[in-house]
């Protein structure tokens, strides 16, 4: 027993010895391969960068066009990193040498690759080259069973800026393989005025998600001649996610026909989500006018309305800011120490309700007035108030 345990133990230990060594050798070969990518990589990545930086000079094009191929692969990642990240000559520098040395063919070809690494890169590179011959084979990447190829797709599509593929992005979030609507509507925002027809279209999409996005996008580009469709969208659209984000378009589009359906949207009977993204929508539109409904608003017993509602106001100017201190005025005493106080005889819930919700956002106000004016923030009802 005694010999078979030393044994056992020698096996172990001649075990454990090997793993030690092949873990050295490891560590020893990585290392070196390490030192050889960087010894290769350091004269190309010296001119990569000073590309970047914005020494176009046609002889520093040339040096990394003539870079041996293992020299060349070595500087690659950072090639690629940068080309999706400078801007204006140094792009179109760093998109020459790309050309010249037969990136944009590869990539074509890569897009059409096995693996899914292979094929978000090949993506990637053909957008950061702005090939708008890609965009077929990209628009075919939208319904990739990987979905980093899908989202990597999208943003390449995005880069090429070529309005013909709006439609088939959009369409991308109702797929079997859905893209996150994030990653299509910057996509499609990027393409600029070219996309409102695919856009507008969009909104009579069967798919709720397709609708919502669209309908956003049109407000987040300022498609001021879409403003009917939108309103369109606010009145008669069956989902109140897509309602509500058409209210937040309208108040972003600022236009004047946008006042009428925003202010039917905060009527009661409708979903307090809608009646509050449409008050903070009647803010971002600015109109005075407003300024009455807004105040029958504040004391409504919906927290997200009443809330959105006196914020909405202050971005009124004047004419909001004198509703919030009216309702201050006749509500309880602010004062520190005071909050938990009965009501006064006489006064409603709802005058109470108001006059909390109207103070709280004067003294938001004051707060981000002080802190850019440099002074300390107080924490006694606002001077505007005139307690």
Not at 184 to 204: F, H, I, K, P, Y
Not at 326 to 334: E, H, N
């Amino acid at each position: 027993m005694a010999g078979l345990a030393t044994a056992v133990l020698l096996v172990l230990a001649g075990a454990a010895l090997a793993l030690g060594a092949v873990i050295v050798l490891g560590r020893a070969v990585r290392r070196t391969r390490e030192a050889r990518q960087a010894r290769l990589a350091a004269p190309g990545r010296r001119v990569l960068l000073s590309l970047a930086a914005g020494d176009d000079e046609p002889e520093n094009q040339q040096t990394l066009v003539r870079l041996e191929p293992a020299a060349w692969r070595a500087i690659e990642p950072t090639a690629v990193a940068l080309l999706g990240k400078v801007r204006g000559e140094s792009h179109a520098a760093l998109v020459s040498v790309f050309e010249q040395r037969g990136m944009g063919e590869r990539a074509l070809d890569d897009v059409r690759g096995r693996g899914a690494m292979r094929r978000a890169r090949a993506a990637e590179v053909l957008g950061n080259l702005g090939r708008r011959d890609a965009v077929p084979l990209l628009v075919s990447l939208l319904g990739d069973r990987d979905p980093d190829v899908r989202a990597v797709a999208a943003r390449a599509l995005g880069r090429i800026a070529d309005p013909a593929a709006a439609a088939a992005l959009l369409d991308s979030l109702a797929g079997r393989r859905p893209i996150p609507p994030q990653v299509v509507a910057d996509a499609v925002m990027r393409m600029g005025a070219g996309t409102l027809e695919a856009l507008t279209a969009a909104l009579d999409h069967d798919a709720e998600l397709v609708r919502a996005t669209s309908v956003e996008v049109l407000g987040l580009i300022g498609a001021i001649t879409a403003a009917a469709r939108v309103i369109d969208t606010l009145d008669t659209d069956p989902s109140p996610e897509v309602r509500e984000r058409a209210a937040a378009a309208l108040g972003r589009l600022g236009t004047r026909s946008a006042l009428a359906p925003l202010l039917a949207a905060v009527a009661p009977e409708n979903p307090p989500g809608l009646r509050a993204r449409a008050a903070h929508a009647l803010g971002d539109l600015g109109a005075v006018a407003a300024a009455p409904a807004l105040d029958a608003l504040l004391a409504d017993p919906q927290h997200e309305v009443a809330h959105a509602t006196a914020h909405a106001l202050l971005r009124l100017g004047p004419a909001g800011r004198e509703v919030l201190e009216q309702a201050v005025a006749t509500g309880p005493d602010p004062s520190p120490g005071r909050h938990a106080a009965a009501r006064t005889d006489g006064l409603s819930v709802a005058a109470e309700r108001a006059a909390r919700y109207a103070w709280e956002a004067l003294a938001v106000a004051e707060v981000d007035e002080r802190r850019r004016d440099g002074a300390p923030a107080r924490s006694e009802q606002p001077t505007a108030v005139g307690r």
